[in-house]
């Protein structure tokens, strides 16, 4: 194989034995790398893992490995075993990160870990828990990390290096190999040209103004078009595309928008229903109402793609995409994470997207990774971008930031588990602040915000001790039960003190698990509930006030997690064998939604399953009941082996 320079640098260093980072654009061929690591391992014997941040990335390279390298491959991902003894084996990095502190011993076998996108340790929700395996990794594990374009790249290597003591080479590939164009819709105006879009916005401003005056409503004078856009696209050869759109329900609309299009030949449409058919029959999706609606944009070349589909029907929409039978696919920013599905156009729907708390202009790192899905190696010379602008929704010159700027800088959002902490703890008795020190926000934060991070994690400490977790410089049986439930640690362990776990039935432990784990949008109601259910909500959402105040108290950000019981008749639902669609008329949620709950919620019971401190009891309860969860289009297992 012919590799690029930073592809050949990069390989030359790994034959050295050396840790290396790779920082290069969407598209750019980093897993070549990756692969090249993964082949040598197996050729000398050694294991590699895999990490991956969403485990919609960490099933297609399963996929992709497993083609490759046949039994060789295993995936770990919560709700997935396969083949765990395989010398490669892919994780989410949460699942690596407990491996980390809870089987260490285990991890002997492995030489090489791959972080794929090592950049989310930017993420505030879980960047956590890509700093922590990182800080915990064993010394005679080397690290191949692959990122996104980042500026401070520099500094992230070092602290990297400074904490595993060991070389660490920086790669960095600021070309990619097919160059990307930009181009703009503003106005119901198509232009390439950043003067020429400022005179648009400018007139637009000045007719805004006059007609404020009047007091008039606000609304556009040349609405940006769907059918002019896609219209102009495919007469210039832009197809396939993909449209980056930051709504579920808003990727189906426009999807239906296009009906009126056909962009498939004779040929093509029949290969797409054939092909389209025989997936709908592999994944047992024929008699899917959601299938179903799917099939007349299929056979016009026209797709959507989001979270709240069922897995296996985005399963079945990415291979379609695979194909080239597709022509423009709409879909959520998640499509632009690591999953390999490049198109020659890209449009953003607009330049702003719902960050943790409000809605905010795009980041410019988080632009480059949707957008590097434009343009197709080694079939497309250039690839196109097209920005969809709204003067009343963004300024020309946040427009001019968020694509011709400095990256941002990958920062730490270190903020260590309770679990985390425990083990710890465990470990290290009231040294157990000397781990941070090792963390990526010691080495960046200033010394107020150091000051801060260590005053958090006493106080942590110190809740753990006024709550029982720890005592005599000991943990507790309820801290011992902790360290081993990661994320939901404190509700479950409170609960497993008072012997309420022991004592609850199978459909109490089923709509407990969703309650802990669900997180409500604004738009889902809370349904009438059944007694048990009632009873079971007053019950943990007493005991978690009291444990909120008690984390106020200490100062402790962010609060645990308060339980929702939205999904608690759909749950039961399931747990009486009905069908899919029969559970789903018991809530609002979305269908991928609730299969995405109850996976989760199997997850949490093995992770009790596999708890030193369960009872047979509770055991044996939990034995019996995860069949029943995880059955039908609910086992993730079964969708990995169609």
Not at 97 to 119: C, G, M
Not at 201 to 209: I, M, P, V
Not at 350 to 375: C, S
Not at 499 to 506: A, I, M, P, T, V
């Amino acid at each position: 194989m012919q590799y690029d320079r930073f592809q050949a640098e990069a390989i030359n260093y790994i034959k050295e034995g050396l840790s290396v980072i790779v920082s290069a654009p969407t598209g750019a061929g980093k897993t070549a790398i990756a692969e090249y690591v993964i082949t040598q391992c197996i050729k000398s014997g050694q294991g590699v893992i895999y990490t991956a941040p969403i485990k919609a990335l960490s099933n297609q390279k399963f996929r992709d490995f497993q083609n490759q390298y046949q039994d060789k491959i295993g995936i770990l991902t919560g709700d997935v075993s396969i083949n765990p003894e395989a010398p490669v084996l892919i994780m989410t990095t949460e699942i690596f990160r407990n491996k980390l502190l809870d089987q260490p011993q285990a991890l002997k076998k492995f030489s090489w870990v791959i972080y794929d996108e090592i950049h989310y340790i930017d993420n505030p929700e879980r960047g956590t828990v890509w700093e922590e395996s990182l800080m915990l990794l064993p010394k005679h594990i080397r690290i191949l990390g692959l990122s996104a374009t980042v500026p401070n790249i520099e500094e992230f290597s070092q602290w990297l290096e400074s904490v595993q003591h060991i070389p660490l080479k920086i790669i960095v590939e600021k070309n990619r190999p097919v160059p990307l164009h930009f181009r703009f819709q503003c106005q119901n105006k198509i232009t390439d040209d950043l003067k020429d879009l400022n005179r648009v916005w400018f007139s637009k401003a000045l007719t805004y103004e006059y007609r404020g005056r009047r007091a008039a409503i606000h609304k556009e004078l040349n609405p940006n078009r769907l059918t002019g856009l896609i219209q102009h696209i495919a007469q210039n050869n832009g197809l396939p595309c993909i449209y980056f759109c930051f709504s579920r329900r808003r990727c189906e609309k426009l999807a239906q928008e296009l009906l009126n299009f056909n962009f498939l030949e004779n040929d093509e449409r029949d290969k797409i229903i054939n092909l389209f058919n025989e997936l709908l029959g592999r994944f047992d999706l024929k008699d899917e109402p959601s299938a179903s609606l799917m099939h007349p944009l299929i056979k016009r070349g026209i797709a959507y793609h989001h979270a709240g589909m069922l897995p296996t029907l985005k399963e079945v929409i990415e291979q379609l995409f695979t194909s080239r039978l597709l022509k423009v696919i709409f879909t959520t920013e998640t499509f632009a994470l690591g999953i390999n599905m490049p198109a020659r156009s890209v449009i953003f729907d607009e330049l702003r997207k719902f960050y943790g708390d409000r809605v905010r202009n795009l980041k410019t790192r988080d632009f480059y990774q949707m957008a590097g899905r434009a343009g197709r190696r080694g079939i497309d010379k250039e690839g196109f971008v097209y920005s969809r602008i709204n003067p009343q929704r963004i300024g020309f010159d946040e427009t001019r930031r968020i694509i011709y700027g400095e990256a941002e800088k990958v920062n730490s959002q270190f903020n260590a588990s309770y679990a985390t902490l425990l083990h710890l703890y465990e470990k290290h008795n009231e040294r157990f602040l000397e781990i941070y020190p090792l963390s990526y926000h010691f080495y960046q934060a200033n010394i107020r915000k150091k000051e801060e991070a260590y005053n958090l994690l006493r106080q942590k400490i110190n809740f753990l001790k006024a709550a029982g977790y720890i005592q005599r410089n000991q943990l507790t049986s309820k801290g011992i039960f902790a360290c081993a439930i990661y994320g939901y640690e404190i509700i479950l362990s409170e609960l497993f003190e008072r012997g309420y776990l022991e004592n609850f039935n199978q459909l109490e432990l089923s709509i407990l698990m969703a309650a802990i784990v669900f997180e409500p949008r604004r738009t889902d109601s809370l349904p009438k509930l059944t007694r048990q259910a009632k009873n079971l909500k007053n019950l943990t959402e007493n005991m978690m006030k009291q444990i909120l105040k008690q984390e106020a108290g200490f100062g402790i950000h962010p609060p645990s997690k308060m339980p929702h019981y939205h999904l608690a008749n759909a749950v039961g639902a399931w747990l009486d064998g009905q069908s899919f669609h029969k559970t789903l008329l018991q809530t609002t949620v979305d269908e991928g939604e609730l299969v995405r709950i109850l996976r989760m919620s199997n997850q949490l019971l093995r992770e009790m399953l596999a708890n030193r401190l369960s009872s047979e009891t509770l055991k044996e309860k939990i034995s019996r009941l995860i069949p029943k969860i995880n059955r039908d289009i609910v086992d993730a297992e079964r969708q990995l082996r169609s």
